[in-house]
């Protein structure tokens, strides 16, 4: 049993905590350190139901404890590089489901040799592949998850401060990080008249699967620690309690941000 699978969640809040009656899917747990597995322990404690997608069979014995901590009864594979399967995944929901409150992605992907080197020898497959699965999907998923949102909704999705300035070794996703913040704003604009909200958690570094794919991930916790304001590396549970608010009414008139969770790292000029 892994740490995660005996952590007791506080179930005390479920009946009337803020997402009390409120129904979310959350794209992108791949096990107990990813951000959107944190995002997930929040919104249960306060009360939402949750479905789940993950990416590929493989991942599906690590899913399936977590999903089962939070009572989740909706978990279905899903590559997000696939139309076809966000499609069978919103129309499974829709038919479980008679209405959507929020959605998390929390999903990247580019090939381990585009976060290496220099970003000048990214192929056009590599582009391709990092801009589709990191960027496009917030857009795919979003439409699909819109004719549920009958109410409104809250959308979030996961970036990080390499969209605003050159970090080393992250590359291209570093572009499609900032074309994500865009289609943050775009989407925001799009949807706002719908009450349905678009915001990103710009996370500081945290030790996840997709973050160790990146060359000198190490140097990068050890440099936060430095120099942040606040001295230390966020915690993952820190960006759950973020995503929370985002989901939840406490953050009604916010939309269209980027929020950062880093510790105050951002901020530095130098
Ligand atoms: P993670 O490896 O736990 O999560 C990444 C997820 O993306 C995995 O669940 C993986 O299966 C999924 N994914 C990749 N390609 C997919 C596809 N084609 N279809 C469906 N799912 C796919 O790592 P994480 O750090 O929790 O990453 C979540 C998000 O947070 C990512 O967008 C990441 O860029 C962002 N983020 C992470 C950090 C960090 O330091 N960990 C910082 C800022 C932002």
Redesign the pocket.
Known sequence: MTAAETEVLDKTARETGMMAGKRGII?????E?????HCAKYLYEQGADLAF????EA?EKRIMPLAEKVESEFVEM????DDAQIDKVFDKLSKKWDSLDFLV?????ANKEDLEGHYVNTTREGFRLALD??CY?LTAVTNRALPMMKDGGSVI?????GAEKVVPHYNV?GVA?AALESSVMYLAADLGEKNVRVNA???????????MGIAG?RDMLKLVEQKAPMKRNVE?DEVGKTALYLASDLSSGVTGEVIHVDCGYSILGM
């Open positions: 794209f992108g747990v791949a096990n350190r990813s951000l959107a597995w997608t993950y990416q590929g991942l899903c590559d997000l590089g992605h929390a999903v990247a992907f699965v990191s999907t999705t996961l970036t990080y401060y996703m990080k958690i710009s996370a500081g570094p945290v030790k996840t699967l997709a973050a991930f993952a």
